[in-house]
């Protein structure tokens, strides 16, 4: 290819008159985007290959996401010696070098709203059946509350929901006053039994993820090995592969969808440099569906102006969701089919017609195409092509130092990363305050001595002006500004006197007022009540003489009966 078509990317070659004649798109009309769509086995992914080829020996910036695997693999074979050192080739399958990727990393105020949205579309894309209002809420919630800690991953989710000294800690550092209020006002008045359920359909999902080794590794990392403005601006390579036999089908979408996401903000912070300053970057992803969020119209929309070109395939239209459907239709400068079923040939008639009908679109061949192809910004009649051959590999291939240089430069050992994890997942130990010490100093209530109602008499309370002893180490040598651990004080309990039953004293018992004090003796001596006078029996004088009278005369009449 010479110089002066440098920027146009060929992929296809007509046959007019038995004339072939191949033919390209230029990289200003690549800006409106290029949207693909045939039947599996028809020549999409070869279509996307050559494409990616030629802008990675034309020194382009390309991001090629892949959930197939062997596509991305085989450009391994054609990237350019003095190309190397710019590839990112992420391969979550790759456990011993994982690469970090944190979506939440440096996120600035103006763009965690934007962050958190692009969030939630991948959650509710994947969990769709699950997803509800209230699931919504307090994730956003959740989300936006982490964006404001430094070092937060979305490992932090799950951690913010279960372990309540983590979630002060990330509170703590909320300066949005909606974001505060939300877990200050209302989380904290949540029952144990109302937020156990209403986190535990978050938990869940989100702990499928964490649980899986690739995934985990990858978003666990707190600091992200490489910068996706620096690479789109400095024009970097980077393959994704994300091949669904190895890392799994829902880790394939969830890393694919972060992955988008992450390259549409990066792009729209481009905004701070001039127009003619921005750098082309060209993003080709296979079976897009799998990764189209609902903010994914948005990116078909402004991505243009902020130098992203999208080259995008997937195998039917209802595989897309209406919005993303009607962004593309609406959007997309060039458009080709292949071979495709007999409900999508309806719906793509309309675009071909009247050069090509339903009946022709399902009837094409192994990499026959109809395209409508955007000419110096002008849409070209319907035409037919047939797509070019696969581009001869490279006579030396950089495959390994590509590999060894990226693990090198973006990877990091395993062992150091899992330990990493395990240290971040340690309880927080609270730390020693001023208002701690406050609360320490301040005098302690003692609990009542408890007494009998007979012992109330025998026991006086025992009031000591000496302190009581504490087994601590001395005050002085807490520093709450040095951020030290609470320091556990053992005081030792009052002693209980035991209560018992009373008993009878036994016969020479001492009673023990006789042994008080004298103020004792004479308070209880005051408090005994007055003896009543005893009343005087009258004595009947006259009734005892006539007794004795009686007595007498009975005992002189036993004297003389028995003379």
């Known amino acids: 290819m010479s110089e002066a078509n440098n920027d146009i990317v060929l992929f296809g070659e007509t046959n007019f008159r038995n004339k072939r004649t191949v033919f390209g798109i230029k990289m200003d009309d690549r800006r409106r985007h290029m949207y693909i769509i045939g039947k599996s086995g028809m020549g999409k992914s070869e279509l996307l290959k050559n494409i990616a080829i030629q802008d990675i020996q034309a020194g382009r910036g390309l991001a090629f996401i892949d959930p197939h695997g062997d596509p991305v693999e085989d450009l391994l074979d054609y990237i350019p010696k003095e190309r190397v050192k710019d590839v990112i080739y992420i391969n979550p399958a790759d456990l011993e070098y994982p690469i970090a990727f944190n979506i939440m990393e440096h996120v600035s105020f103006d763009k965690r709203h934007l962050i958190a949205d692009g969030l939630l579309s991948v959650f509710k894309k994947i969990w769709v059946d699950a997803w509800s209002a209230r699931m919504e809420y307090i994730l956003g919630y959740t989300i936006l509350a982490l964006l404001e800690t430094p070092g937060a991953t979305l490992l932090g989710i799950n951690r913010v929901l279960s372990d309540k000294e983590y979630r002060k800690h990330i509170v703590e550092n909320v300066t949005d006053p909606e974001v505060k209020a939300f877990w200050t006002q209302e989380f904290a008045k949540y029952t144990d039994k109302f937020a156990t359920e209403a986190v535990a359909a978050i938990q869940n999902k989100i702990g499928q993820f964490v649980a899986n080794t690739l995934i985990r590794n990858m978003i666990g990392q707190p600091k992200s090995s490489f910068d996706m403005r620096k690479a789109m601006d400095e024009g970097k390579i980077l393959l994704v592969n994300l091949s669904k036999g190895r890392v799994g089908e829902d880790a394939s979408r969830l890393l694919g969808a972060l992955m988008i996401t992450n390259i549409q903000l990066a792009a729209m912070s481009r905004v701070d440099t001039p127009m003619v300053e921005r750098k082309d970057f060209i993003l080709v992803v296979d079976e897009f569906q799998n990764f189209a969020t609902a903010s994914f119209a948005n990116i078909l929309s402004e991505a243009r102006k902020f130098r992203l070109s999208l080259v995008i395939a997937h195998q039917y239209i209802t595989q897309m969701d209406e919005a993303v459907s009607d962004a593309v239709f609406g959007n997309v400068g060039t458009i080709v089919t292949f071979r495709v079923g007999a409900e999508d040939a309806e719906a793509l008639e309309k675009e071909f017609t009247p050069e090509f009908m339903a009946t022709d679109i399902v009837n094409l061949g192994f990499r026959q195409i109809y395209l409508k192809l955007l000419i110096d910004g002008v849409t070209s009649k319907a035409f037919s092509a047939t797509t070019m051959d696969t581009i001869a590999p490279l006579a030396q291939s950089e495959r390994a130092a590509v590999l060894e240089n990226s693990r090198k430069k973006y990877g990091k050992s395993r062992e150091e990363v899992e330990k990493a994890i395990v ?78 039953a009373p008993v009878r004293p036994p016969k020479n018992f001492a009673p023990l007022s006789q ?21 005087k029996k009258e004595v009947d004088l006259v009734g005892l003489k006539e007794i004795l009278k009686q007595s007498l005369g009975t005992l002189e009449q036993e004297e003389k009966s028995e003379e």
């Open 423 to 500: 240290e971040w997942r340690q309880p927080l130990v609270a730390t020693h305050t001023e208002q701690d010490e406050r609360e320490y100093r301040a005098p302690r209530r003692e609990m009542p001595r408890q007494f009998a109602p007979w012992q109330e008499q025998h026991f006086q309370r025992r009031e000591s002006s000496e302190p009581r002893r504490e087994f601590r180490e001395p005050v002085s040598q807490i520093e709450p500004s040095a951020g030290k651990p609470y320091q556990r004080v053992f005081r030792p309990p009052a002693p209980v006197r035991p209560v018992s």
């Open 515 to 535: 042994l008080q004090s004298e103020p004792v003796a004479k308070q209880q001596k005051q408090l005994k009540a007055p003896e009543q006078p005893r009343k």
